[in-house]
């Protein structure tokens, strides 16, 4: 093992609301987590594809949006101190000598585990395209679906496209470090949060960033740096200097490298057991919406009861021969102790 892999007991795949819960079920029993998502914040489906709408069947709350459960599920695992690696695909996994896991992301930085759970929900999100003729030319140089880096967007000319909540959210963090902050969007109407809209319109009206509205119709540039993008307007088209292209355009979903991990699959999901969770590699456990198994339902709260019993046959494979006392979190001081309350 060289000394920059990290070992761990539990490597978490997925950082949506069912990977988020497993860490409060581990922790109950002692277990530490690294969890890994391709995105940039945690919540997966709920932070990304709706996080103003309502849900109303989590149990105990009659309603609840999809960024609230997000907060509330970060604020309940906290004193567990999961650690987060976002902006990270996990890519492979393989089998140590000793039985563990061996896994490794996209920066190819390397974790060991005894116990691997997918959370993957219904894969990554892979961010698509916008229809500007030639636009892959400038991608990685030029154009980005997502920031990993901030410094590499400082003193640059950016433009941003969308009105979601990323195209907001980016605009924001990024605007301090530009050299110019445009915003692009279809139409005088925002998709992001309300907040976050005041935001924005702070620094337009501080003069500090333009807003156009209309669709990006060409790109010049030169050996994948952008140099100008041409903005159709119904004002007529405009030219913008540009040096970053960040188009924040929806995201569709991918099943991707766990599809090459040899696991036992039913239509691109992973077939479990209903005891314990598991795929067909021991120590290998899926949770939500990435498994299947007769009579699966695609709801979060499925995806918390799969957690729970995962968590147990977790801890068995983690710490063999220690007795797993089953207890409540209302009486057990124990428990209490472990949650600081
Ligand atoms: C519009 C909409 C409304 C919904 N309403 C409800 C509702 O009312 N009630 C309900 O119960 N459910 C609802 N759902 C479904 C619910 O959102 C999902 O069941 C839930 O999000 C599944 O959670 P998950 O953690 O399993 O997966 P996800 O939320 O999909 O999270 C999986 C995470 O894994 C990450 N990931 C995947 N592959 C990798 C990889 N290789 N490396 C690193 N990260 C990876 C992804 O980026 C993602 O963040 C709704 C879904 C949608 C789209």
Same mark, same amino acid.
């Given at each position: 093992?060289?000394?920059?892999?990290?070992?761990?007991?539990?490597?978490?795949? $997925?950082?949506?609301?069912?990977?988020?819960?497993?860490?409060? +079920?581990?922790?109950?029993?002692?277990?530490?987590?690294?969890?890994?998502?391709?995105?940039?914040?945690? $919540?997966? #489906?709920?932070?990304?594809?709706?996080?103003?709408?309502?849900?109303?069947?989590?149990?105990?709350?009659?309603?609840?949006?999809? #960024?609230?459960?997000?907060?509330?599920?970060?604020?309940?695992? =906290?004193?567990?101190?999961?650690?987060?690696?976002?902006?990270?695909?996990?890519?492979?996994?393989?089998?140590?000598?000793?039985?563990?896991? =061996?896994?490794?992301?996209?920066?190819?930085?390397?974790?060991?585990?005894?116990?691997?759970?997918?959370?993957?929900? $219904?894969?990554?999100?892979?961010?698509?395209?916008?229809?500007?003729?030639?636009?892959?030319? /400038? +991608?990685?140089?030029?154009?980005? /679906?997502?920031?990993?880096?901030?410094?590499?967007?400082?003193?640059?000319?950016?433009?941003?496209?969308?009105?979601?909540?990323?195209?907001?959210?980016?605009?924001?963090?990024?605007?301090?470090?530009?050299?110019?902050?445009?915003?692009?969007?279809?139409?005088?109407?925002?998709?992001?949060?309300?907040?976050?809209?005041?935001?924005?319109?702070?620094?337009?009206?501080?003069?500090?960033?333009?807003?156009?509205?209309?669709?990006?119709?060409?790109?010049?540039? #030169?050996?994948?740096?952008?140099?100008?993008?041409?903005?159709?307007?119904?004002?007529?088209?405009?030219?913008?200097?540009?040096?970053?292209?960040?188009?924040?355009?929806?995201?569709?979903?991918?099943?991707?490298?766990?599809?090459?991990?040899?696991?036992?699959?039913?239509?691109?999901?992973?077939?479990?057991?209903?005891?314990?969770?598991?795929?067909?590699?021991?120590?290998?456990?899926?949770?939500?919406?990435?498994?299947? /198994?007769?009579?699966?339902?695609?709801?979060?709260?499925?995806?918390?009861?799969?957690?729970?019993?995962?968590? #147990?046959?977790?801890?068995?494979?983690?710490?063999?021969?220690?007795?797993?006392?089953?207890?409540?979190?209302?009486?057990?001081?124990?428990?209490? =102790?472990?949650?600081?309350?």
């Amino acid at each position: 093992m060289s000394k920059n892999e990290i070992t761990t007991d539990v490597v978490i795949i $997925g950082a949506g609301p069912v990977g988020l819960f497993a860490v409060f +079920e581990l922790g109950l029993l002692d277990l530490k987590c690294h969890l890994f998502d391709i995105l940039d914040r945690p $919540g997966g #489906q709920c932070t990304e594809l709706y996080p103003q709408k309502p849900i109303y069947d989590i149990p105990g709350f009659s309603v609840i949006t999809g #960024q609230q459960l997000t907060d509330n599920l970060m604020h309940q695992i =906290k004193p567990f101190n999961p650690q987060f690696h976002f902006n990270r695909m996990v890519t492979g996994l393989t089998r140590n000598s000793d039985g563990s896991f =061996k896994l490794t992301t996209d920066e190819d930085e390397v974790y060991n585990a005894k116990v691997v759970v997918v959370a993957a929900g $219904g894969g990554f999100f892979q961010p698509k395209r916008p229809p500007v003729p030639g636009i892959e030319n /400038y +991608e990685d140089v030029s154009v980005f /679906y997502s920031v990993r880096r901030m410094e590499e967007f400082a003193d640059h000319d950016i433009v941003v496209v969308g009105g979601g909540d990323s195209a907001l959210d980016w605009v924001l963090s990024l605007e301090p470090i530009a050299r110019s902050m445009t915003l692009v969007h279809r139409r005088d109407a925002f998709r992001a949060a309300p907040a976050t809209v005041n935001e924005m319109k702070k620094l337009l009206d501080a003069g500090k960033m333009q807003l156009f509205l209309g669709q990006i119709g060409e790109l010049t540039g #030169q050996e994948g740096r952008l140099s100008s993008v041409t903005i159709k307007t119904t004002d007529g088209p405009v030219t913008v200097p540009t040096s970053r292209l960040l188009p924040f355009f929806g995201l569709t979903m991918k099943l991707g490298p766990v599809a090459e991990w040899g696991l036992e699959l039913n239509d691109n999901l992973i077939s479990v057991d209903t005891e314990k969770f598991e795929s067909s590699v021991p120590g290998l456990f899926a949770i939500g919406d990435i498994n299947h /198994y007769p009579g699966k339902l695609k709801l979060i709260l499925s995806g918390f009861h799969e957690a729970a019993l995962m968590a #147990q046959a977790a801890k068995k494979i983690i710490a063999p021969g220690e007795r797993i006392v089953f207890q409540y979190t209302t009486s057990s001081t124990k428990l209490q =102790k472990k949650l600081g309350v």
